[in-house]
């Protein structure tokens, strides 16, 4: 196979969705991938692009002539330089290094290919037709460097006539973007954003990967040029923060904060990187021959607070980074007024699996895994990621379940909603499953723990809250513990594992008389107090939490 294409950066935000998108258009691909192709290809088969044109090169953009042998790709046409270091706190050689020398030695390699097209340099929004050399103390190395990448890459391109195309896109909003804004969703979703910085017209522009790959890809079928690629319709700074609060169920802050301001109070104070506040302006771009262009080429860009949604849910997937991207569908959903995290299939789920305390719907995956058919898990209503509550349980069940008839499973706490709910609709629940059901097991000693609960859970390391739930520190524990550090999360906990000791006795009558079929799971290690003339399967060595410890023994009680 001789590849037409090169990619470099192939393994970055913009490199991979560039990958797809022209193996999906029928080009073969070289792609220069950091540290091997293994991720690249698991990346690319994962969302189905086909992977037969791909071939995996290796090189190093620092160094005259990549590394690469002269007589190598010589088929190639079009060559796109995605690679740069995007970070904040580098030396100002350590940004040059890769964002101004290797932007030249691409350009340099380019010139030698009988074959050559057109070379595709991916800028910033913020970099293009700056006059004079940049200030490196003044703008950070990372936006200074790439200010003199942008001028470099133009002359060599005149010297060494080669067809140049620059592109010139604002924040990047995809799976896998974790920087840059990403930082002050973080902080929204985390409690941690008591200002909007900037004023009230700060204008942070954004722009879909997946648009951004199909505007490069064809760039070098048309004319040479510059062009802005970023999304006009972005919201200014602070409705852009309102919007992602209101998805994901948290409160959005009123005030705003000066960037001068920012700039005289301490880091340790604001938590702002200084390189960041350049990009809290409110200079608005030109943006005419990139919409041209895309008319030409028939691109249409997403609706904006479309992919602003779906970036949050990516963003809280993996958890800012901090995990991999679980398996897909997931996101943030209304239900019953409530923005609810949701995984798996709503529409008509062949099993709904609810979490119990202090946990959150992902202590489910391992179950779920093994499940037969289309899953549904959701974060009850102010636990876990979902918001809180708007209104009854109950309600919110309902409306999470309309137009299904599940197996419903549920875990400790959860066990009283999921009986209401039976009991309530027999109709639409084929069969109950209760795991480790709280209402049959002596109370918990957290109802009277002092100092306060809610204190002690908020300030629980993960290997802590492992012990505490005698469970091995895994994801879910990770997350559990993350989640508890959020603003009212731990009190929420306790509030509900209080309303749950509350309705113990309301739930053993609903046990006996309601009408579907309910079966019992729990551990030998954590044995039901009350007797129940219901089937019971007792797991062996399993405590409290046998989804997190035998989720295959589970899997098989709940099938």
């Known amino acids: 196979m001789q590849p037409d294409s090169l990619v470099f950066g192939a393994s970055g935000l913009i490199g991979r969705f560039l990958v797809a998108e022209l193996l999906s258009r029928g080009h073969t691909v070289a792609a220069a991938a950091r540290g091997g192709g293994d991720a690249l290809t698991a990346w690319l088969t994962g969302r189905n692009v086909p992977v037969d044109g791909l071939a995996i090169v290796r090189a190093d953009i620092t160094r005259p002539g990549l590394g690469l042998p002269p007589d190598e790709l010589a088929a ?6 995605c690679a740069g270091r995007y970070a904040f706190g580098l030396t100002a050689e350590e940004a040059r290094a890769t964002n101004v020398t290797g932007a030249l030695h691409v350009l340099d390699w380019a010139a030698t290919r009988s074959e050559l097209r057109r070379v595709v340099h991916v800028s910033g929004y913020r970099v293009s037709g700056v006059e004079g050399p940049p200030d490196y103390r003044r703008l950070g190395s990372y936006e200074a460097s790439k200010v003199e990448a942008d001028a470099a890459v133009r002359v060599r391109a005149r010297e060494r006539g080669v067809p140049l195309s620059i592109a010139n896109p604002a924040t990047v909003l995809g799976s896998g973007q974790f920087v840059g804004l990403a930082s002050l969703v973080s902080d929204l979703w985390h409690g941690r954003l008591p200002a909007v910085p900037g004023g009230r017209e700060v204008f942070v522009p954004v722009v879909d990967a997946g648009y951004l790959a199909a505007f490069l890809a064809r760039l070098p079928e048309h004319e040479e040029g510059a062009y802005w690629v970023l999304d006009d319709r972005t919201p200014v700074l602070p409705e852009l923060i309102g919007l992602l609060a209101g998805h994901m169920g948290v409160r959005a802050p009123r005030r705003t904060i000066p960037v001068g301001l920012l700039r005289l109070l301490p880091r340790a104070l604001t938590g702002a990187d200084p390189e960041t506040l350049s990009f809290l302006s409110v200079d608005r771009y030109d943006t005419a021959s990139a919409e041209a262009f895309a008319g030409r080429a028939g691109l249409r860009m997403p609706p904006t607070g479309a992919a602003l949604r779906a970036w949050a849910d990516d963003l809280v997937a993996a958890r800012f980074g901090a995990t991999g991207t679980p398996r897909g569908p997931y996101g943030y959903q209304q239900v019953a007024g409530t923005a609810t995290w949701i995984s798996g299939e709503r529409e008509r789920p062949g099993h709904v699996l609810l979490h119990g305390l202090p946990l959150d719907s992902r202590s489910w995956e391992e179950v779920a895994d093994r499940l037969d058919g289309p899953v549904l898990a959701a974060d009850l209503p102010g636990l876990g990621r979902s918001g809180p509550a708007r209104g009854p349980v109950a309600d919110w069940l309902a409306e999470l379940l309309a137009g299904t ?3 419903l499973v549920a875990h400790s706490l959860a066990c009283v909603p999921a009986l ?9 629940v084929s069969r109950l499953v209760l795991v480790a059901p709280a209402f049959l097991q002596p109370p918990s000693p957290w109802l009277t723990r002092t100092p306060p609960a809610a204190l002690l859970l908020r300030r629980m390391s ?18 559990a513990a993350a989640d508890l550090a959020r603003p009212g999360q731990a009190r929420r906990v306790v509030a509900a594992l209080r309303a749950a000791h509350a309705a113990r006795d309301e739930a053993r009558r609903l046990l006996a008389r309601v009408s579907v079929p309910v079966e019992i799971v729990t551990g030998s290690a954590d044995p039901l107090s ?3 003339d219901r089937p019971v399967t007792t797991i062996a060595g399993a405590g409290h939490y046998p989804q997190l410890t035998h989720p295959g023994e589970v899997a098989a009680a709940i099938r």
């Open 76 to 81: 190639v046409r079009d060559v796109y330089n």
């Open 405 to 407: 008839r599940p197996v």
């Open 420 to 428: 209401r709910y039976a009991a309530a609709h027999p109709d639409r």
């Open 462 to 479: 993960a290997s802590r809250l492992a012990g505490t739930l005698g469970v091995p520190e895994g994801p879910a524990v990770t997350a």
């Open 530 to 532: 009350v007797a129940v």
